[in-house]
């Protein structure tokens, strides 16, 4: 009888190459599930920049003139609402306020944008 040779890989490899194949596949689903979670903020905070960015350009375009306070008020926008706030302080400087205005997510207290506008009273007199 003739010894036959077989060629191939055995068991113990197959298994090996599995665990470490696994390993990299996972290692790709936690990156791909962090990507998505910066995405997604990314997005919100760029909602939340446009809202800051109205409610600026409300406060400074208002008939009724700034006045010192603050003011808040829940918006809509891109399917999910918003909060936010504005407070108008005097500065050291006559005849003109700072603007400060925050935005969350609805009923959450972590601010995802402030932006800050100065505004010329003297201009609107």
């Known amino acids: 009888?003739?010894?036959t040779s077989e060629s191939g890989f055995t068991l113990v490899e197959v298994l090996a190459s599995l665990v470490i194949f696994s390993i990299a596949i996972l290692g790709l689903m936690h990156a791909g599930a962090e990507n998505i979670k910066a995405v997604q903020l990314i997005e919100?905070?760029?909602?939340a920049g446009i809202i800051a960015d109205n409610q600026?350009?409300?406060?400074?375009?208002?008939?009724r003139g700034l006045r010192v306070g603050t003011s808040q008020e829940?918006?809509?926008?891109?399917?999910q609402k918003w909060d936010w706030d504005l407070r108008v302080e005097e500065t050291d400087l006559d005849g003109f306020?700072?603007?400060?205005?925050?935005?969350?997510e609805e009923?959450?207290?972590?601010?995802?944008?402030?932006?800050?506008?100065?505004?010329?009273?003297?201009?609107?007199?």
């Not at 306020?97 to 969350?104: A, D, S």
Request: glycine share 2%; charged share 25%.
């Open 56 to 63: 600026l350009i409300l406060a400074q375009t208002d008939e």
């Open 107 to 125: 009923n959450q207290d972590r601010i995802l944008i402030s932006r800050t506008a100065f505004a010329d009273v003297t201009a609107q007199e």
């Open 97 to 104: 306020l700072r603007l400060v205005v925050n935005v969350r």
């Open 74 to 79: 829940t918006v809509e926008m891109n399917g």
């Open 44 to 47: 919100q905070k760029q909602v």
């Open 1 to 3: 009888m003739r010894k």
